[in-house]
């Protein structure tokens, strides 16, 4: 018979667990050969997981609240157009996790036919949850791996279109670090599983890293860095300088959500300097990057004041300035909502040194509230994702979140279900 040849790693990697059992268990063997049989085994070292302080999210609050951008009328009928209200078969993740961001996980309805913020929650979290939406043959959402939890992400059918955004949304839904999740086969994971595997996976060649830099954004604080599976140092200044390289187009929505990433970064680097730093004169962001980002946002903020339109939507080219209006493109006008209603959320976090006009605000308010509440709910359910960054603006613009008002709202005024 012929014998069996091993690779020279996975021979060595033998060789160690049968030491190991000499020695009684694996776990009694020293940290560091534990260390090289997960490298050799998997591909990647064992690293201790990264510090953090807090067993909630920490949140950004909105800055303004003003009924001359919206009414209470007028967002209600806005939010009421963005219930998730999505049919259960084949339920697609992203138009969840966009619906529990704008919403949360407290949101309640009183109907049974829109997804409450709990039952979004599970099924993002609990693999028996999306099978029951996908059916058994389906590639799971959540992956196993030797050290946490990822997620299947891309534009495979049930995955997670973009890097990281189930995990940013599942945090600015506001879940806490020890929520269970629960992956195909295993049982006993948090939440903080998924994001001690996103901290260790980032990387800085990543095509998409608004939403790593959000979610670590909200969670990490005064911690300003930290260290990869690859062995190099991450921080919130080199993610900072990731998003504020290349054109302004590039990046998904048109470009606009590294402006609300780097908006976010901003907000957060004042809480830490006031909060105290481990670095000394330094907050989230070193002073240096500080002003690079906010030069960046006071260029965003010269564009957006030449290129909007007479009755208040910006355009997809919208970084062209005035040349977005003498020339304009042929937009379709779900791609005005997704450039629109975008620019109105990160203005709504953000200082007014980094606004244009108010008159300009409530022009592009004007415009996504007539354009939201007109649409019909077939069109709508197929933008889902768009039109719920209008109603996260909006709420964010009368100091407020979605679920708060709505829940106040039909206290007074109730709807009916269908």
């Given at each position: 018979?012929?014998?069996?040849?091993?690779?020279?790693?996975?021979f060595v990697a033998i060789q160690l667990i049968v030491a190991a059992a000499?020695?009684?268990?694996?776990?009694?063997?020293?940290?560091?050969?534990?260390?090289?049989?997960?490298?050799?085994?998997?591909?990647?070292?064992?690293?201790?997981?990264?510090?953090?302080?807090?067993?909630?999210?920490?949140?950004?609050?909105?800055?303004?609240?003003?009924?001359?951008?919206?009414?209470?009328?007028?967002?209600?009928?806005?939010?009421?157009?963005?219930?998730?209200?999505?049919?259960?078969?084949?339920?697609?993740?992203?138009?969840?996790?966009?619906?529990?961001?704008?919403?949360?996980?407290?949101?309640?309805?009183?109907?049974?036919?829109?997804?409450?913020?709990?039952?979004?929650?599970?099924?993002?979290?609990?693999?028996?949850?999306?099978?029951?939406?996908?059916?058994?043959?389906?590639?799971?959402?959540?992956?196993?791996?030797?050290?946490?939890?990822?997620?299947?992400?891309?534009?495979?059918?049930?995955?997670?279109?973009?890097?990281?955004?189930?995990?940013?949304?599942?945090?600015?839904?506001?879940?806490?670090?020890?929520?269970?999740?629960?992956?195909?086969?295993?049982?006993?994971?948090?939440?903080?599983?998924?994001?001690?595997?996103?901290?260790?996976?980032?990387?800085?060649?990543?095509?998409?890293?608004?939403?790593?830099?959000?979610?670590?954004?909200?969670?990490?604080?005064?911690?300003?860095?930290?260290?990869?599976?690859?062995?190099?140092?991450?921080?919130?200044?080199?993610?900072?300088?990731?998003?504020?390289?290349?054109?302004?187009?590039?990046?998904?929505?048109?470009?606009?959500?590294?402006?609300?990433?780097?908006?976010?970064?901003?907000?957060?680097?004042?809480?830490?300097?006031?909060?105290?730093?481990?670095?000394?004169?330094?907050?989230?962001?070193?002073?240096?990057?500080?002003?690079?980002?906010?030069?960046?946002?006071?260029?965003?903020?010269?564009?957006?004041?030449?290129?909007?339109?007479?009755?208040?939507?910006?355009?997809?080219?919208?970084?062209?300035?005035?040349?977005?209006?003498?020339?304009?493109?042929?937009?379709?006008?779900?791609?005005?909502?997704?450039?629109?209603?975008?620019?109105?959320?990160?203005?709504?976090?953000?200082?007014?040194?980094?606004?244009?006009?108010?008159?300009?605000?409530?022009?592009?308010?004007?415009?996504?509230?007539?354009?939201?509440?007109?649409?019909?709910?077939?069109?709508?359910?197929?933008?889902?994702?768009?039109?719920?960054?209008?109603?996260?603006?909006?709420?964010?613009?009368?100091?407020?979140?979605?679920?708060?008002?709505?829940?106040?709202?039909?206290?007074?005024?109730?709807?009916?279900?269908?």
């Amino acid at each position: 018979m012929r014998k069996r040849r091993f690779p020279d790693s996975g021979f060595v990697a033998i060789q160690l667990i049968v030491a190991a059992a000499f020695a009684g268990s694996l776990n009694a063997v020293s940290v560091d050969t534990r260390n090289q049989i997960q490298k050799m085994v998997t591909g990647r070292p064992t690293l201790p997981p990264v510090h953090i302080e807090y067993e909630q999210p920490l949140r950004v609050e909105p800055l303004y609240d003003d009924p001359d951008v919206v009414s209470d009328a007028e967002l209600a009928a806005v939010l009421e157009k963005i219930r998730p209200k999505f049919p259960p078969e084949q339920l697609k993740p992203n138009h969840v996790e966009h619906a529990l961001r704008t919403w949360g996980i407290d949101a309640t309805f009183g109907d049974p036919q829109v997804m409450s913020g709990v039952q979004m929650r599970d099924f993002l979290i609990d693999h028996s949850r999306y099978v029951k939406s996908w059916g058994g043959d389906a590639q799971p959402l959540l992956q196993v791996r030797p050290q946490g939890l990822a997620v299947r992400w891309g534009r495979q059918n049930g995955a997670s279109v973009h890097h990281d955004h189930l995990l940013a949304s599942l945090t600015e839904a506001g879940i806490p670090l020890s929520q269970p999740v629960y992956a195909p086969g295993r049982h006993r994971m948090t939440f903080n599983d998924m994001l001690q595997e996103a901290l260790r996976d980032v990387r800085l060649d990543e095509r998409e890293t608004e939403w790593s830099t959000m979610a670590f954004g909200l969670w990490l604080p005064p911690r300003c860095n930290w260290t990869t599976f690859d062995g190099r140092r991450m921080s919130f200044n080199l993610l900072a300088r990731r998003l504020l390289r290349g054109h302004k187009r590039h990046g998904v929505c048109s470009g606009t959500h590294r402006v609300y990433s780097l908006v976010l970064l901003v907000r957060l680097d004042e809480m830490t300097r006031v909060s105290g730093s481990p670095n000394a004169g330094d907050g989230l962001l070193s002073r240096a990057v500080l002003d690079e980002v906010f030069n960046y946002l006071e260029m965003i903020r010269d564009l957006i004041s030449v290129s909007q339109f007479q009755d208040g939507h910006w355009p997809s080219n919208w970084y062209e300035g005035a040349d977005a209006v003498i020339a304009p493109t042929d937009d379709e006008e779900y791609r005005k909502v997704i450039a629109t209603g975008h620019h109105l959320e990160w203005l709504a976090i953000a200082p007014p040194k980094l606004h244009p006009s108010r008159e300009q605000i409530r022009r592009a308010a004007d415009w996504l509230i007539e354009t939201t509440i007109g649409q019909s709910d077939e069109l709508l359910l197929e933008s889902y994702t768009f039109y719920s960054h209008v109603g996260n603006a909006l709420a964010l613009w009368r100091g407020t979140r979605p679920a708060d008002f709505w829940r106040e709202w039909q206290s007074r005024r109730p709807i009916r279900p269908e």
